[in-house]
């Protein structure tokens, strides 16, 4: 069953040159791919097509049986909070402590404080920052605002989690915990994809690449390698 | 609902800090000085001419030429002394009289100066030959032009005042002034309006980075308008209870500056205490709202043009 569906899409900023052309394919549900490519061929605004925060200039996108390409506005938060995304610059509200960061996505979703308060502890504590549960991203280190970026980007336990980059900051060990948290995700039914530079990574753990060229997809997902 | 207003709350986006974060509560602090300014001079203006014409309207005034003094003949000025006393008993006497008038009284030589003391000041001779006023309490529907024959009749010579004239001229002057009055209120709030609209989405501008933020992990509209509204309503509330604490002591001041003032000329302003109420509540609601509106409309309009 897919997920997302991209059809003959292409994306332009403005008027300047097309940046993706004629993007076809598919993501499966519960399925898991490194998106990989050389710096420029497109990697970051594929995945802002996925997170919904571009719409294509052509073509059509399905995500989650709705066609998002021509759908009104006020539709597109509910779209969103099926998503979670760590985003390469983590966007974390600097003014914010680590634990409200992460809380975001369930107070947005209007879910009870307490039921927030008890899983955004947990998952911080998860990835190592139970320490730092009140300080502010500004007085955290790259790799830390990193791990918060990511907690909240799961911690609503989205049906499709994008990330650019998530491992470029920190260090292998958590590099690699990371992963598997993602991994855990991936098998309670989230479909995954992540941009990375990182070989390791993608040999470690064997998910199906999809590569972007010049913004054409060289190779597509395979979705018959379901998790 | 104040104290939860004023209470901790917690925004997503850093309203509360950087340039400008305090500026509704300025611009909102002086559109609030300056409506309860207006009000206060519009109800005040209406106590004046309130005054003025329950003073006037139902009396009328009758004036009889002062008893010229002859230097050298005593007789001559007693005599027209005595026709001038005959007039004013005729004249008062009619009091219980006459259908139209209810009460008719001579004025004490000391209200008649009281009376003219604005224009002469309180050091006037005492031998000034004075006017005597005969003031009349006339029924509402008394017809003016048998009166006034039958007054004439009685006092031949006499100048008879309805003060019609005087009462048009004071309310078509005070009203003028109230209604300009109230269109200085309305430039006011529309400058504030156009002030706030502009804080708003300048505000929005500066915080663009974390309003996508929020639009991009699911936040719809209203869950961000709503911390610009609560951001604004609070500046607002602070701004509009300076704005007003401001004026009153102003008014205060005024007052107790004015009433040291011995003039005849100012009229005797004083307010109620409703009114007091009213001047206090009326442009703090105003206020309010006015800003809380234009926030929400203006945030609600600017993220939709945002896509």
Not at chain 1, 184 to 205: C, M, S
Not at chain 2, 17 to 36: D, I, N, R, Y
Not at chain 2, 64 to 76: I, M, S, V
Not at chain 2, 166 to 172: H, I, K, R
């Amino acid at each position: 069953m897919s997920l997302v569906t991209f059809s003959n899409v292409g994306l332009r900023y403005s008027t300047g040159p097309e940046i993706l052309h004629d993007l076809s394919f598919s993501l499966q549900k519960g399925s898991f791919h490194f998106l990989t490519g050389p710096s420029g061929a497109g990697k970051t605004s594929l995945l802002k097509l996925l997170y919904l925060g571009k719409r294509p200039t052509r073509g059509l996108v399905n995500m989650f049986g709705k066609d998002v390409t021509a759908m009104p506005r006020e539709q597109l938060p509910a779209m969103r909070r099926q998503i979670g995304t760590v985003f390469q610059d983590f966007r974390l509200l600097a003014h914010l402590s680590a634990f409200d960061n992460v809380a975001l996505p369930m107070r947005i979703a209007n879910v009870d404080e307490e039921h927030t308060r008890r899983n955004v502890t947990e998952l911080l504590k998860w990835v190592g920052l139970g320490d730092k549960m009140d300080a502010k991203p500004p007085t955290l280190s790259g790799g830390e605002q990193q791990r918060v970026a990511i907690a909240r980007a799961v911690i609503a336990r989205p049906k499709l989690l994008v990330a650019d980059e998530p491992t470029g900051n920190i260090d292998p060990e958590i590099g690699i915990k990371i992963l598997y948290l993602f991994e855990e995700l991936n098998k309670h039914g989230t479909t995954i994809i992540i941009a990375t530079h990182d070989d390791d990574i993608i040999r470690r753990f064997g998910h199906p690449q999809m590569r972007l060229e010049n913004g054409t997809l060289v190779i597509p997902p395979q979705n018959q390698k379901v998790a | 609902m104040a104290a939860k207003i004023f209470q901790k709350y917690r925004y997503d986006i850093a309203l509360e800090s950087g340039a400008g974060a305090h500026l509704v509560a300025w611009v909102t602090g002086l559109m609030v000085f300056f409506m309860t300014l207006a009000f206060a001079v519009n109800i005040g203006l209406a106590n004046v001419t309130k005054n003025w014409v329950s003073g006037l309207s139902g009396s009328i005034t009758v004036e009889l030429r002062a008893p010229a003094a002859d230097k050298d003949d005593d007789t001559a000025t007693s005599e027209a002394r005595k026709q001038v006393d005959k007039k004013v008993a005729a004249l008062t006497a009619m009091g219980g009289k006459h259908a139209a008038v209810t009460s008719a009284r001579a004025l004490e030589d000391a209200e008649v100066r009281k009376l003219i003391e604005p224009w002469l000041g309180s050091a006037m001779p005492a031998d000034l030959p004075l006017p005597v006023l005969v003031d009349m309490k006339i029924k509402p529907d008394a017809d003016m032009a048998a009166l006034k024959k039958d007054i004439l009749k009685a006092a031949p010579g006499a100048t008879v005042d309805t003060h019609d004239d005087t009462l048009a001229d004071v309310s078509t002057l005070v009203n003028t002034a109230r209604v300009f009055v109230l269109l200085l209120s309305g430039v006011i709030m529309l400058l504030a309006i156009v002030a706030i609209s502009g804080i708003v989405r300048a505000k929005l501008a500066i915080h663009h980075p974390e309003v996508e933020t929020l639009h991009l992990i699911g936040a719809h509209d209203e869950y961000i308008a709503r911390q610009f509204r609560h951001h604004t309503l609070k500046g607002t509330l602070k701004g509009a209870l300076c704005g007003v604490a401001a004026m009153i002591g102003t008014l205060y001041a005024i007052g107790q500056t004015t009433k040291s003032i011995d003039s005849a000329m100012l009229p005797d302003v004083t307010l109620a205490p409703q009114e007091w109420a009213l001047l206090v509540i009326a442009p703090v609601l105003i206020g309010t709202m006015i800003a809380h509106f234009t926030a929400q409309k203006t945030v609600l309009g600017a993220l939709k043009r945002l896509g």
